[in-house]
């Protein structure tokens, strides 16, 4: 599924924002924490989030939530 609502992105940035998010999901860093600790606190309490998938794009949350590059794509959090 896209994102309802976000720019469409080309192949390569979106592998390039699957890439981010899960390096900084093995290599945390306190600045994408305390971004993604929001992020988290928001999408737990979403009817979007089935077992740390959005239901809306399909993506893995504790992936996206740390992609400084993505957003959430029903405009909770960017």
């Not at 794009?57 to 794509?73: D, F, H, M, Q, T």
């Amino acid at each position: 599924m896209a994102c309802s609502g976000c720019r469409q992105l080309t192949i390569p940035e979106k592998l390039k924002s699957i890439a981010d998010g899960w390096k900084h999901l093995v290599w945390s860093d306190k600045e994408t924490e305390a971004m993604a600790y929001k992020r988290a606190k928001i999408c737990s309490e979403c009817a979007m989030n089935k077992a740390q998938i959005c239901k809306e794009c399909g993506c893995y949350l504790p992936a996206k939530i740390r992609s400084k590059v993505e957003k959430c794509p029903i405009a909770k959090w960017e």
